[in-house]
């Protein structure tokens, strides 16, 4: 099992910038698939990001497509989520995901571990 904790969320303006980070810890962080899922107020938790092992291979959401970027760095056991052009819509609590595989994913149920989340509000 691998701990995560989530950092960065926050209050900001449409179309604002906001950077996330997510800190591992208890296992080799390079043998993780990442991802970032978001869970808004009524809402089923929904893919956001995920990215490789080791940074080859990057997937996105439609709706965050190339204004959200997902990025790791192993020798920190660390994965971000630098978020630009936000708006309203993106607001829910953000939750980065360990998967034990070598293989992305876009399904929730496809991550082993979780971290406890960061709130997002966006305001318009």
């Known amino acids: 099992q691998v701990q995560l904790v989530e950092s960065g969320g926050g209050l900001v303006q449409a179309g604002d910038s906001l950077s996330l980070s997510c800190a591992a810890s208890?296992?080799?962080?390079?043998?993780?698939?990442m991802g970032w899922f978001r869970q808004a107020p009524g809402k089923e938790r929904e893919f956001v990001a995920a990215?490789?092992?080791?940074?080859?291979?990057?997937n996105y959401a439609d709706s965050v497509k190339d204004r959200f970027t997902i990025s790791r760095d192993n020798a920190k056991s660390t994965v971000y989520l630098q978020m630009n052009s936000l708006n309203p819509e993106d607001t829910a609590v953000y939750y980065c995901?360990?998967?034990?595989?070598?293989?992305?994913?876009?399904?929730?149920?496809?991550?082993?571990?979780w971290g406890q989340g960061t709130q997002v509000t966006v305001s318009s």
């Open positions: 995901a360990a998967r034990s595989r070598d293989v992305t994913s876009t399904l929730v149920s496809a991550y082993d571990d």
């Open positions: 208890g296992r080799t962080f390079s043998n993780y698939v």
């Open positions: 990215i490789s092992r080791f940074g080859g291979g990057r």
